[in-house]
């Protein structure tokens, strides 16, 4: 087997002779967009921190990041909205607007109220109605002709939340009469949920068109309105009947004054008062017991 033949050695003077050319320097990495140095690196395992004592986690005071809904609670009013720039000014109008329009509102519903309670409130003038009206009535006009008093008339009075009524029933007896020659009642009726003025008005004006055979005539200066009701039936003899009512209403009072005398071959008195003279005392009479049933 042959050997190879082997290289001659170098003269031990001979320089060095230049070997392959060094590679040139790796390029420097260059930036990019993921978090990491190259994308195929894992990203790095944060240490934990060493252990110490606990700590409880602090409650967060506003929005957290993952939930862009939630809010963290308020108390009070609502904040006021800011404006842009320049609309100070303007949003404080706005606002004192709201208000006033609140502050108006609720005083326009508050005097709603009060005006109309005080529009249902009672309108009595200050009259009462007395657990006895015929020792409070003045009936004085009517004693000259019926000189004989009654010792036991007859009254009656109601008291409720809704009526205040009083009532009196007196027997008119000439001199040396034993039973009454005529009747005089008396009536004061203080109506406290409910004004009388219509259904007055509609019995007593239209009295006649209900019962034919009256006269209605209306009486000025006694209450806010007041009607005189006649009949006469006598025709100038000694029998038949002879009838008058004054109604007055006063505010939401009430009230009557009545005259009855019925006259037959049997009665001593042939010779009653006329209408006219009747009609007088009643008017007369009725002004001095309101003046009576006030206060």
């Keep these: ?37 190259s994308p195929q690196s894992a990203p790095p395992v944060p240490q934990s921190p060493p252990p110490g004592p606990f700590q409880p986690p602090a409650m ?8 862009p809904y939630a809010q963290p609670p308020q108390y009070g009013p609502p904040p006021v909205p800011h404006t842009a720039a320049g609309g100070g000014a303007a949003g404080r109008a706005v606002l004192w607007a709201v208000v006033g329009a609140v ?12 005006v109309g309670a005080a529009a249902n409130a009672a309108d009595l003038r200050g009259y009462t109605a007395p657990s006895d009206l015929c020792s409070r009535a003045d009936y004085g006009s009517f004693k000259d002709e019926y000189t004989a008093s009654d010792s036991s008339p007859t009254h009656s009075s109601l008291k409720d ?9 007196v027997s008119l007896k000439k001199s040396g009469s034993s039973y009454a020659d005529a009747y005089l009642s008396i009536q004061v009726d203080l109506h406290k949920k409910t004004d009388p003025a219509p259904e007055f008005t509609a019995t007593w004006k239209n009295y006649e068109r209900a019962h034919p055979g009256y006269d209605v005539g209306a009486v000025e200066g006694i209450g806010d309105e007041a009607y005189l009701v006649t009949q006469d039936t006598t025709s100038g003899t000694s029998a038949g009947s002879r009838y008058a ?4 209403r006063d505010g939401w009072v009430t009230y009557t004054m009545s005259y009855s005398a019925y006259l037959s071959s049997y009665d001593r008195d042939k010779d009653p008062p006329e209408i006219d003279e009747i009609s007088d005392w009643l008017k007369t009479d009725t002004r001095g017991t309101l003046d009576r049933l006030k206060g």
């Excluded at 967060?60 to 939930?67: I, K, M, R, S």
């Excluded at 009512?245 to 007055?248: C, N, Q, R």
């Design 1 to 37: 087997m042959s050997t190879p033949p082997q290289q001659p050695a170098q003269p031990a003077d001979r320089p060095p002779q230049p070997g392959p050319p060094a590679q040139p320097p790796s390029v420097p990495p260059q930036p990019t967009a993921y978090p990491y140095p």
């Design 161 to 169: 939340r809704a009526l205040d009524e009083s009532y009196c029933s």
């Design 245 to 248: 009512t004054l109604a007055v």
């Design 60 to 67: 967060p005071t506003g929005p957290q990041p993952g939930n």
């Design 103 to 114: 502050v108006a509102s609720a005083a326009w519903a508050a005097g709603v109220f009060l």
